[in-house]
């Protein structure tokens, strides 16, 4: 099984993107990052088989989410 990789993170004009890794466009973008983690979750989940990796303002990767759960290579609590 091979996880679709995407990446929510700051644009530099206070905006977030979705982008899919290796994408040319951004598959959404929003205007916080509160209502971005929200959308991009409930995409993903749709989505299935998917590695939503969120960054931070300083563009390193904060938190990353798998979905489905049954998804996740690493078998590891959290």
């Known amino acids: 099984m091979t996880l679709k990789n995407y ?3 700051p644009d530099g004009s ?3 993107k979705l982008e899919q890794e290796h994408a ?3 598959s959404k973008v929003f205007d916080n ?3 971005a983690v929200k959308q991009s979750v409930a995409f993903a989940k749709a989505q299935g088989d998917v590695s939503l990796k969120i ?3 300083d563009g390193k990767i904060q938190e990353e989410r798998t979905y489905p759960r049954s998804a996740d290579p690493r078998r590891s609590p959290g």
């Open 55 to 57: 960054h931070g303002q």
């Open 24 to 26: 040319e466009r951004a």
């Open 7 to 9: 990446h929510l993170v």
């Open 14 to 16: 206070g905006k977030w």
């Open 33 to 35: 990052k509160e209502e």
